[in-house]
């Protein structure tokens, strides 16, 4: 049974970078085909979605946001991770990462397995 | 750009009734991209339809989806307690390679 679990500072302060790393287990992440994504929810509100890694290392990125995003792999610790600049209030959020079985680069088109979220807060 | 939009916002219903969510994109999508989620307070969403009509595993088959081009639906046929939460559709732009989702319908106990 794949699990994925976030992991990261809760409190980030403004103009700083945000940092989490999601590992996953119960699998290989460099095995098969997948699409490795960072997803968030500020409170109250609905998903958006942040930007993906493939499986070989290739990424895509929200064009709202991919001026301060990056997303990368470390396979040998089984762990994809995002890195979010100069972060504000606006950042703040539960921040989930989720997997999509894609076939060969083929996108299934949606999230099958999900962490359980954490927390970030932006604030001085 | 697509934009998904949900309706209604919250639907209010009892146990053992039929409800029936909307998504309807601002453009086409294909249906093989088309999903729908439910959420739980505290929950990370859960998959519950992938490809607009096929359940993922494990879900029970009181949940169906359908639709095409704009409009999706999702229906539950009858109402459990466990049913009750956020739903959300979602969609994947094969051409602009990014994932969008509505905004959310919350279904509530009557």
């Known amino acids: 049974q794949v699990q994925l679990q976030e992991s990261g500072p809760g409190l980030v302060k403004p103009s700083q970078t945000l940092s989490l790393t999601c590992t996953v287990s119960?699998?290989?992440?460099?095995?098969?085909?997948?699409?490795w994504s960072w997803i968030r929810q500020p409170a109250g509100k609905g998903l958006e979605w942040i930007g993906r890694?493939?499986?070989?290392?290739?990424?895509n990125y929200n064009p709202s946001l991919k001026s301060r995003v990056t997303i990368s792999v470390d396979t040998s610790k089984n762990q994809f991770s995002l890195k979010l600049s100069s972060v504000t209030a606006a950042d703040t959020a539960v921040y989930y990462c989720a997997r999509d079985p894609a076939y060969y680069y083929d996108s299934s088109g949606c999230f099958d397995y999900w962490g359980q979220g954490t927390l970030v807060t932006v604030s001085s | 750009e697509i934009v998904l939009t949900q309706s209604p916002g919250t639907l209010s219903l009892s146990p053992g009734e039929r409800a029936t969510l909307s998504c309807r994109a601002s453009q086409s999508v294909s249906s093989s991209y088309l999903a729908w989620y439910q959420q739980k307070p505290g929950q990370a969403p859960r998959l519950l339809i992938y490809?607009?009509?096929s359940r993922a595993t494990g879900i029970p088959d009181r949940f169906s989806g359908s639709g095409s081009g704009t409009d999706f639906t999702l229906t539950i046929s009858r109402l459990e307690p466990e049913d009750f939460a956020v739903y959300y559709c979602q969609q994947y732009g094969s051409s602009l390679l990014m994932y969008t989702f509505g905004q959310g319908t919350k279904l509530e106990i009557k």
């Open positions: 490809g607009a009509s």
């Open positions: 119960g699998g290989s992440i460099s095995s098969g085909s997948y699409y």
């Open positions: 890694i493939y499986t070989s290392g290739s990424t």
